[in-house]
């Protein structure tokens, strides 16, 4: 199996793909803000022992969850040993580990999701390329399920019982396979020394604070995907090349020349499919090879993934159970594929087409089982029900896809879906970047929605400069209330054609406007639009003007996609 690295830079968000056998099987999107991994000073808020956790303040915007068994019973700046992760090993109440107003050192294992704040864990997991140090509450040795192979199992327990710090625990990642014993010891020398920094931290901050920040995207990508059977890690950005090809080379010099600077006329993810991929990744209905599709319905408790066979009336003279033997199989593959491509997590139920053959259902299991191996995610499948039914689950971390892109759709009170602000200007970006490459237009009008316009322009214009400085583009951003949630319209040509459709606007003119007020990054700002042009409207107390009736204001300063207006009395 051949596996490629894709990394793609926008403004807003930076993307990996990762290929197998030229197919897209897992994107992962980062933007500023993400947080899991990181590791906070927090203050415990509330104690809650009908439910056995606690709520911690850790700066986000709203507190994190804290249950008992992710609680250490050690003091909150972790001296001394820790007690161990053993099976058997009580969990005391919570009452018992945490006091209110207590200091605490927590980790971001789950990021909000929806209603629900983040997931935080006084047991902290320190990751590097080839072990994961756990110096608070464990003590053992641990290898990954993913090395099967005994002799290779118990050598690498041995180097890790030489190298695990006293006291603290140690679990040798799949990708230590084949390290001898100077390798571990770096990489635990290495880890040794971040906590030591984050304790002191600890010491010296004031709660809530962030005390270790994880790895960028390309970082995490170096230390959790990268294997010797990446073949290509390709990078359209410098700035970001550079960065892993540093992180490669200190790998080993093979490692560093597989990272290419991508430099095509075609964006990178469109020429390798992703961009469509990634399209119908958001959709509902995933059509399956002979005509048979799956239906992937998320819900905040459960994924159901429905098997059909849609169009596929099997081969001629074939016998039914063919059919259905071929359609469960085909379901098989895509559902792995889809699992890890969406990132879906929790409880999973699969509804297959009923199998009344053994030999025909131990298949099916037996290639869903197999393919499932080759996700990074733990799963745990539970085998065929007599209803056709798979119970399984999957390790969640986050959102998932569907749940990062988009915004429950305010048209429709949670029925459908809508893409955020940050999403369709992100795509809007990548639909500039695609006209600039093509390079037979210098002058671009977008069209967004009203919401949009302003997240596309960014304060004082930052957002617009930027990608036309990137691009070589002029652009000019207008909105358009008719649009609907995700839409979006670009018109090309000559500087004076687009001046012409998109209007120009100068300081001092007027207009008459009904403004609207917008929380945006926790502040709240009066905007208006004029003939698709966006204003945002200085005043002292922009939440205080009325926001029922027109006002008048006047530009006093104007760029091509944005102006500030002052209120005329």
């Known amino acids: 199996m051949q596996r490629e690295m894709l990394i793609t830079v926008g403004t807003h968000e930076v993307r990996m793909a990762i290929l197998e056998d030229g197919e897209v099987v897992e994107v992962k999107i980062e933007r500023e803000g993400d947080t899991v991994g990181n590791i906070y000073k927090g203050t415990v808020t509330s104690i809650l022992p009908g439910m056995d956790s606690a709520f911690v303040e850790i700066g986000l915007e709203r507190h994190a969850f804290l249950h008992a068994r992710d609680a250490c019973p050690e003091e909150s700046d972790a001296r001394g040993p820790g007690r161990g992760r053993g099976r058997g090993r009580r969990v005391p109440p919570i009452q018992e580990v945490l006091e ?14 929806g209603s629900k704040g983040a997931r935080v864990t006084t047991r902290i997991s320190l990751p590097g390329r080839y072990v994961v140090l ?5 003590s053992y040795i641990g290898v990954s399920k993913k090395l099967e192979n005994e002799t290779e199992r118990q050598r690498l327990k041995g180097i890790g019982e030489k190298a695990r710090p006293r006291g603290q625990g140690l679990i040798l990642r799949t990708e230590a396979e084949g390290c001898e014993q100077e390798d571990i010891d770096e990489d635990v020398a290495m880890l040794k020394e971040a906590w030591r920094k984050m304790r002191e931290h600890f010491r010296s901050r004031k ?8 790895l960028s995207l390309s970082g995490r990508m170096v230390r959790d995907y990268y294997s010797d059977d990446v073949s290509r890690i390709q990078i359209d950005s410098k700035s970001e ?8 080379r200190a790998i080993s010099q093979e490692a560093g020349k597989k990272v290419k600077l991508y430099r095509g006329n075609t964006p990178l993810f469109e020429k390798h499919g992703v961009e469509k991929v990634l399209e119908q990744a958001l959709q509902r209905r995933v059509p399956l090879p002979s005509g048979g599709n799956l239906t992937v319905d998320e819900t905040e408790a459960i994924v159901a993934v429905d098997v059909n ?5 099997g081969a001629k003279g074939g016998r039914q159970r063919d059919t259905i033997l071929k359609t469960n199989l085909e379901a098989a593959k895509e559902i792995a594929r889809q699992l890890r491509l969406r990132d879906l997590g929790g409880i999973i139920i699969l509804d297959f087409i009923d199998m009344y053959n053994d030999a025909h259902k131990q298949q099916v299991m037996q290639t869903l089982e197999d393919l499932l191996k080759r996700d990074r995610a733990r799963t745990r499948v539970v085998h065929l029900s007599p209803l056709g039914l798979v119970e399984m689950t999957r390790k969640r971390t986050g959102q998932s ?4 892109e988009s915004n429950v759709c305010d048209h429709c009170r949670g029925r459908g879906r809508a893409l955020t602000p940050q999403s369709l200007a992100a795509r809007v970006e990548h639909a500039l970047k695609r006209h600039s490459l093509e390079g037979k ?7 967004v929605p009203p919401y949009v316009a302003y997240e596309l322009v960014g304060e ?3 957002n617009i400069e930027s990608i036309e400085r990137d691009l070589g583009l002029r652009v000019y951003v207008r909105a358009d209330a008719e649009l609907a949630a995700d839409e979006f319209r670009i018109d090309v040509g000559t500087v004076e054609e687009i001046e012409r459709v998109a209007g120009v606007f100068r300081h001092g003119q007027m207009f008459h406007v009904r403004p609207a007020h917008y929380e945006i990054d926790d502040e709240t700002l009066l905007l208006a639009t004029a003939n698709g042009y966006t204003i945002e409207i200085e005043a002292d107390e922009p939440a205080a003007v009325a926001s029922d009736g027109p006002v008048t204001v006047e530009l006093v300063d104007v760029g091509r996609s944005w102006a500030r207006g002052v209120i005329l009395k």
């Not at 090349?241 to 490669?248: F, K, N, P, W």
């Not at 066979?309 to 009336?313: E, P, R």
């Not at 237009?441 to 069209?447: F, K, L, N």
């Open 441 to 447: 237009h210098p002058a671009c009008r977008v069209v």
């Open 100 to 113: 209110m107003k207590q200091e605490v050192m927590v980790q971001l294992v789950r990021g909000p999701i």
């Open 401 to 404: 896809l569907l749940q990062a």
């Open 460 to 462: 004082d214009a930052e």
């Open 309 to 313: 066979t849609g169009s596929y009336t």
């Open 207 to 214: 709660s809530p604070s962030l005390i270790h920040e994880d």
């Open 134 to 138: 756990l110096p608070i509450g464990a």
């Open 241 to 248: 090349y550079d960065q892993v090809l540093t992180a490669m």
